[in-house]
């Protein structure tokens, strides 16, 4: 009869227990939460979106190619599948056999699927010599920091590749190009590296970085639609030997916010100017020299199947960014706001819209015609959320994590810190006592005081919602659920409607009509306001 160790004994040392080996799944679809360690291989067809838990390792094997079936509509978002990371995910080909994700359309186009992200996920992913195409978004990391390397990102909807929210990636010797925004962008606090890649043809900047800092080597950032590289909302560029050229706008461009800039070594070349002009309060140090010279790269660029346009191309794009005008939840009555760009937040008045945009301009517009009636300039870099109490506007600052309460010709008159300091806020409305802050990183909404005091915490239940915030009289509306939900003060979910086009910022109530500041797309500058009357917000 065998004896067991005493619970205070050490083990032998040199002996330790051998993990068990994945399970090996081959030329087979796949669906849902991994209960176990998987290894991939073949071709590999995804049914529905697969979650890769804390504790558990995705590997995926040489030559795989990941099949995501493809979903085009907009009133079942769930269908637009993926792969979410919060364990570990190992996808490592050569220059030989790349790891593909793709579409499973005969015709794919930009946003068949979702994207593979990375949700507080460490350190210990790698992606490495794959190919990722034809996404709403190639690789989005919150939180999360893994190595992206030897990798093609192109033909996605949005964002060849997003970091936000503390991640600290390195990103190297990759082909990214023609996706829809930005090639890279970073937003919220992120500590990035990115060497020895090429971002080319990006609907708007090659590399953003917003509230964030990156550190650029080696790099060749070519013939993006706005700035080679942008910095925004106090971020900071550290851009050594790249080449920068054929930018249509600057090789660097500035935004809001009090950023800096160490650029040395940089070619500039056929940019509309090298660097903006920098704002008060901007560090530009900037000596230029030879770039990055010829970066060359071991594996093929291999395109069985060709896009034939950047994502956001109004006449070839075959993406649905706006959703027909009626659906049975909803009827969009007016749009207003056309050619602001995108509008971040919206309130009502009593009698007038007001609207903040990209660039922190506020305006009062017409609900009738878009008549700009008022503008000014907000004073903080990312007005995301706003609302009014009868008398003055408050107004949500993303960057800052900090409130603003101005009068309506734009004085600031209090502010305030927003109660969650490290995920911040993004919506904010007033309920004739009280004001209410939706949070970001978590699904939960503050209640406080005009002074910022928290009176209380409401966790949103029965479904997800995120961003903006309005208050109808009886329910809270915020983006979420099939598209825009209905809340109650306990904070459950409990109706809601389908949105009127992709990406939905902020709500207004005007006692009527739900007002929506939707995205459509970012690059377009369509009417972005949409006036929306509630046929049916039951959950059927």
């Not at 079936?69 to 269908?79: D, F, M, V």
């Not at 309920?431 to 409401?458: A, C, F, N, Q, R």
């Not at 207004?508 to 369509?526: C, F, I, K, S, V």
Request: proline content about 5%; some cysteine.
């Amino acid at each position: 009869m065998g004896c067991a160790r005493p619970l205070d004994e050490k083990p032998t040392p040199g002996l330790t227990e051998t993990p068990p080996a994945p399970v090996r799944v081959h030329n087979a679809s796949k669906s849902g939460r991994l209960a176990t360690d998987e290894a991939w291989s073949g071709e590999i067809h995804i049914t529905n979106h697969i979650f890769v838990p804390e504790g558990v390792t995705l590997t995926i094997e040489p030559g795989t190619i990941v099949k995501f079936k493809h979903y085009r509509g907009y009133k079942e978002r769930w269908k637009r599948l993926g792969i979410t990371i919060a364990g570990t995910l190992k996808a490592v080909g050569t220059p030989e056999k790349q790891i593909w994700f793709t579409s499973d359309a005969n015709d794919p186009i930009n946003g068949d699927w979702h994207m593979i992200r990375f949700e507080d996920a460490g350190t210990d992913s790698i992606v490495k010599y794959a190919i990722i195409e034809f996404a709403q978004q190639g690789i989005n990391m919150w939180n999360s920091s893994p190595i992206v390397s030897h990798t093609i990102v192109r033909w996605n909807n949005w964002e060849g590749v997003y970091l936000e929210s503390y991640c600290k990636p390195v990103i190297e010797h990759c082909l990214i190009y023609e996706n829809g925004y930005n090639g890279v962008a970073m937003e919220q606090f992120n500590d990035a590296t990115l060497k020895y890649n090429t971002v080319l043809r990006s609907g708007t900047n090659g590399i953003h970085i917003d509230a964030s800092t990156a550190r650029l080597e080696y790099n060749v950032i070519k013939g993006n639609m706005a700035n080679g590289l942008s910095v925004d909302d106090h971020g900071t560029i550290i851009a050594l030997n790249n080449t920068i050229e054929d930018n249509r706008d600057a090789g660097i461009g500035l935004g809001e916010g009090l950023n800096k800039v160490i650029a040395q070594g940089n070619k500039f070349s056929n940019n509309r100017r090298d660097i903006d002009s920098p704002p008060p309060g901007t560090v530009i140090e900037n000596t230029p020299g030879d770039g990055a010279g010829e970066v060359k790269y071991d594996y093929p660029d291999s395109k069985p199947y060709e896009l034939g346009y950047i994502p956001g191309d109004r006449e070839k794009d075959r993406y649905l960014y706006i959703y027909p005008d009626e659906d049975e939840t909803r009827r969009v009555v007016k749009k207003i706001g056309e050619r602001l760009g995108l509008t971040w937040s919206v309130t009502w008045d009593g009698e007038y819209i007001w609207t903040a945009t990209l660039w922190g301009d506020v305006y009062k517009l017409d609900t009738e015609t878009g008549e700009i009636k008022t503008r000014w300039k907000f004073p903080g870099p990312q007005a995301w959320g706003m609302t009014y109490d009868g008398s003055h506007l408050w107004i949500n600052d993303f960057a800052e994590k900090k409130v603003y309460e101005m009068d309506i010709s734009g004085n600031v008159i209090s502010s305030f810190t927003t109660p969650d300091q490290t995920g911040g806020a993004k919506g904010i409305t007033w309920d004739g006592e009280h004001l209410y802050l939706m949070g970001w990183t978590s699904p939960t909404i503050y209640k406080v005081d005009k002074g910022g005091k928290l009176l209380e915490t409401i966790p949103i239940s029965r479904g997800h919602a995120a961003g903006g915030l309005t208050w109808d009289g009886k329910y809270f509306w915020a983006p979420g659920g099939r598209g825009i939900c209905k809340i109650d003060p306990m904070g459950r979910i409990v109706g809601g409607i389908y949105p009127a086009s992709e990406g939905t910022w902020d709500l207004a109530w005007d006692g009527r009509y739900l007002w929506a500041t939707q995205r459509t797309n970012e690059n377009w500058p369509d009417a972005k306001i949409y006036k929306i009357e509630i046929l049916d917000d039951s959950l059927k």
